[in-house]
């Protein structure tokens, strides 16, 4: 049992000491009420967002900080571009 918590330990103690992080590619799930399904906010969603930010001249403020208004918004400007997921 010692040596399976040892592990995890010793690499968490190498990975702060020496500077490196782990980036959690798929992000976190965002739910659109609105179409009834689920986003994974990552580097795609963002690009998305940054473009809805852009073209709807708004201020680039976190997506889970807007009203509810704004977000249904976002969310029927994304759900316009055929390739949304």
Known sequence: MRV???GPA???AVL???GCAVRVS???RVYDPYYRD???WNDGEVAYYSQWVT???RENRDFRKL??????QYWDWRH???DHK
């Open 26 to 28: 798929s992000g976190y």
């Open 10 to 12: 010793i690499l968490f």
């Open 4 to 6: 399976t918590t040892l």
């Open 16 to 18: 702060l000491t020496t």
């Open 80 to 82: 316009s571009h055929t």
């Open 38 to 40: 689920y986003h994974v």
């Open 55 to 57: 073209e709807n001249h």
């Open 67 to 72: 009203s509810k208004a704004d977000q249904k």
